[in-house]
């Protein structure tokens, strides 16, 4: 495993990309300032762009750290941020990682959350060389769940009252994938979506 940070990745609809603090009204727009979002996340809705750019500013600087990875899920439609995708924890002794995402209410439901998971996956496997990439997800946010098996991800289990976000306390729900579960999808006849890194 070697750590490179956060390179630009593509798909078929979308740009993964290392934010930039003129994406401040953006996100403010598209996700930051809606409660919908939010709401199984932990932290709070944004007040103002300014508040966004401010934690942009903050990102930005966190770049030149090859241990962070965040990434602006680009709609090349819209040709904005309309999400964000990251990885919340490193676990090096393990080679493993848990993984964030949200994305705006607006593109809820086209599978945009999914494309941007799967290759985020094939990055740390192929890129990183990471054993396993875990995510998990509220009990009552099941369609995060739905996000996580059509990446390819395999249900563990749920962990009763072991997280908390901004509902509070709850339940988590627990997804991972393997790197040999990775590569044997992606030979099958089945394979994963191929994605392309650009360094």
């Known amino acids: 495993m070697q750590h490179i940070g956060t390179q630009t990745i ?35 809705v944004h007040e103002s ?12 600087g966190w770049y030149a750290d090859p241990r962070w990875y965040q990434w602006a899920i680009v709609l090349r439609e819209v040709g904005e941020p309309i ?18 995402y949200c994305i705006g209410s607006r593109w809820w439901g086209q599978g945009i959350t999914a494309e941007a998971l799967r ?50 306390i709850c339940d988590a729900s627990w997804y991972s994938i393997l790197r040999n579960e990775y590569f044997a999808e992606k030979t099958s006849t089945c394979p994963l979506q191929s994605e392309k890194t650009v360094v």
């Open 119 to 168: 290759a985020v996956i094939g990055y740390f496997f192929e890129q990183v060389g990471m054993n396993a990439v875990c995510a998990c997800h509220d009990t009552n946010n099941p369609n995060s769940g739905k996000v996580m098996r059509k990446s390819g991800m395999t249900y563990e289990g749920t962990r009763r009252q072991s997280d908390v976000n901004n509902q509070g």
């Open 83 to 100: 999400g964000s995708i990251s990885a919340v924890r490193l676990h090096d002794r393990t080679s493993s990682l848990d993984i964030g």
């Open 10 to 44: 593509t798909t078929p609809r979308l740009t993964l990309r290392r934010f930039v603090v003129d994406d401040a009204a953006a996100m403010f727009r598209n996700w930051a300032n809606d409660p919908s979002v939010t709401k199984f996340l932990t932290w709070p």
């Open 49 to 60: 762009e300014d508040m966004t750019r401010q934690l942009l500013t903050d990102w930005v």
